[in-house]
């Protein structure tokens, strides 16, 4: 009924809390989430095009600022689930995907349709934005769980958490990015005091 | 991994809220209202066994206790989606099905995986403690949305929670618990002070 | 004036927290607590059925959904104060009970109140369920203490109430049950990761 | 063991909530209501002494800051069971006066402990530091129970809070403070906006 | 000391919440806010670009995403002091800029200094992008303070701040985007239902 | 405007958060603090009164309880942004002088503003209670550090905050006071329980 309810959902999402049902000394919402993903991605955009490479932009903003807003549907699905088997995965997505369709046929006005479309697609594809996309979601999942880690969460679920996203972006075709991160920030990492000793848990994924 | 490790996961379901992503004034986890089911269906199945009705308690208890316990693998759907198609709703009946049991397989030491098989089961079906907890989940929906609309809730979500629970409990086959609910408990909710006007909503229903 | 003032007042014990006034990583309300000690006792209950017992499920159902009640009058008093002397606690009690029993006759209509005043009685008795009980509130007070203490909590009135409520358990008159949680249950809470070292403590109550 | 032991203790008083168990839209704990009734009696100390009156503001002081430090034994009992009757009402306080008495024996240097009885003591007395401090108490539970009003809180429990408070009030022998209080800041009470009709309840009772 | 910083310093925006001290029922911290305001100024980019315009998208990225990063530092200052006095307003924003650049000489590597030097400066510039950046800012405004009111906020703040966007937005060198918001936006938010008489603010503003 | 509205500001204070921004296992709000403050100072006014001082207990009683009230304007600056330099924090000092006269001459009826303009001016000054006062504060600030060092935040904002207060306390011209404090108080506090090494930290700083 108009892009007001578009904009209304959005405060649906700063209610929707990520990694729900488990134990957590910090909460964080999809939209906060979403902002952090669009800053990583734009430091490391700006690595690669430092490089060399060539950014769109305009896409890159598309997709980092869109790319958690189906979970207004079925919020943010318990990680262990998500990840309990790929036929599970796949018909969660496909419920999502339905839920935004009927979204974007009731709420989004005509004119507007085809960009909702194109906007609200999955944004991890083989683009050097999908990769950014890709980069910057894992990061926020690396610092996410490391925090937890470091006010001494014991619940195995977050050392999993971390070391996931952290191998997933070891090997993400984005040479540049990926050695600043390996090289710099993930020294910094190691250095801070922590109650769970992370730099033990890095160390054993980068021998790997 | 042991009984331990499904009494820890209660934990869980304390930390899951229901209705995620709007606006409420209070939040409700689903241990808190597991326990408030099963306070309604002892009240009810107090009634019906007072005229005359048998009732197998160990099996209402069950049912009311165990009724939400698959929302620890994906919280609670929120309502809107879970009312998207009836073919969604399956699909996610099916997701949370193959969760549970996967959950027990991997959790329940053998000897006690047939009891949890049995009380992890839909327990809505058509004996009378089928029926007893339907109405006791309903109730709580009523009771949920009734008190948001008491402190002025806006949101048209919450009308529709107690339209659409009030109008289930009316056309349940239970005869007396109805009756009381209808001639006795509504006239007090209707009595109530409230922001929003929940006596013309339920009498518009109740004409119906 | 009625069932639903009683319905209405749940929402009141989803208010009050557990150890009200100490520092804890998570807050636990009563409603919670009650559904988790009814989980507690079913399994229990199981256990000491498979082993020749006789069950009346509906007095344990009772018992467990209601043992808390009365704290919609005077809240969950600080542990400290509980245990301060003999007398005061007595006192307590004594005002609890005059509290309840002016409810149910302000509150509940006169053909209920028989049964109300059967089940909000003092339900830790003799009787087989009044035992299951009891281990089942202990034993929601040992998984609140262990989690806390497991999180880093400093505060020795966490190990006090941990090993206050495992001694409890350890002597009470329910042999199938305390050798199981003794000796399966206990293995795996020692097992555990956890910052304030629970194994140890754990063992000194266990060779006393 | 020692005033250090005085001190942690305050931090207690910051997590009890008062009202406990009630929906509110806005929670008081007891350090910060403390500091509220230090500020208002100082006003009105500063009021009867422009008229007159001799104020020792070492004993206002004492009285204001001091006036519920039991509640870290007991809590804040909800109202209504403080009300139920004077007979549990004065169990209660003998409850929390025998606690404050062990308390001190146990915590305070013994250099200190005549300080301490004297300034933990019911300070609600006749004297004129004692009268300001029931003035002082009862306007917070003014300004806590106006609030919820004006956001619009239906809890008839609050409704009799501002009644019976602004009822105490205008009966205390403090002629200049109260005659200020009726003639000045109720009318600017009168005088918000307010969801409750806040207004029509004042005069009722102003009438009286 | 590196770009590892400057991500962890994001989370600290997820713990500053706006309009501190005031009563709400929601809250809103920095970091979604600012996710907000990248959704609100890439749709009306979108209407501006479909009108013919020029966008920079890869400078409304960086605007807005960065836009209140500074409040890091001294946090989001309360509106009535923000507004007090032109001069007050000024030497808060000095004050912000001189810790942003220390923040930048402490933290950011040689290297990205000119660009963070770029992105961290006011962005509400006369360019197209600083025109959709404060558009968007004030539509964050506009959303925040309509749904308190919609919730019944009766601080008259809320309404001010209402306004105050609302005049802000009508008088934007955007055609378009403002008609847009005028014509079809406004229409829904004021067909609404609201506690407090938005329709009316709102038609009272138009007709100035 | 009137008294009534400075009442009302009160409830501001007890939403205004100290060191905001930062991860803390527990919130402090400026009003639970001011409390604490007045509780120091007048344990430490009678050490300094039996020891031969004389107290001017009017002037403690004020200046403790109005010692923050400025921060209902800016809120409880980031700590590092206060000590940045030494001109931005007189700037910071300045803007809330501003705001306190604006207010005081808005809000406050005129035959109550010359005793608001003497008790909401700068109380640290040289007489016994100023540096009573400054003792207090720096008390609290000692507390909060330690309760979260003491629950494990690895924040090093927190040690320099603990660290600096200790210094400041451990210099102040109020003989008595600080012997206690420092032979008596640091010992108990030091022989607590911590998952941060606050022993060590103490000590360093004791050796100096």
Chains 1, 2, 3, 4, 5, 6 share one sequence.
Do not use: C
Not at 32 to 50: P, R
Not at 185 to 192: C, H, N, P, T, V
Request: glycine letters at 4%.
């Amino acid at each position: 009924m108009g892009i007001h309810r578009f904009f209304m959902s959005m405060n649906d999402l700063e209610r929707i809390i990520r990694a729900p049902g488990r134990f957590k000394y910090e909460e964080h919402n999809v939209a906060a989430h979403s902002w952090k993903v669009a800053q990583y991605a734009m430091f490391f955009g700006t690595i690669e095009e430092n490089n060399g490479a060539v950014i769109n932009w305009k896409s890159l903003y598309e997709k980092t600022i869109n790319h958690d807003f189906a979970e207004i549907f079925i919020g943010d699905i318990k990680t262990p689930v998500k990840h309990a088997s790929p036929e599970l995965k796949q018909m969660l997505s496909h419920v999502e995907e339905k839920m935004m369709e009927k979204f974007i046929l009731d709420e989004i006005p005509e004119e507007f349709r085809p960009v909702f479309f194109d906007r609200m697609k999955e944004g991890k594809d083989e683009t050097i934005e999908g990769r950014l996309l890709e980069l910057a979601d894992k990061m926020d999942q690396v610092y996410e769980a490391f925090t937890e880690l470091q006010h001494g969460n014991t619940d195995p679920e977050f050392i999993k958490m971390y070391e996931t996203a952290l191998r997933k972006i070891l090997h993400l075709p984005l040479e540049k990015s990926v050695a600043y991160f390996k090289e710099i920030m993930l020294q910094d990492i190691m250095a801070e005091e922590s109650v769970i000793d992370v730099k033990s848990i890095t160390l054993k994924i980068l021998v790997e």
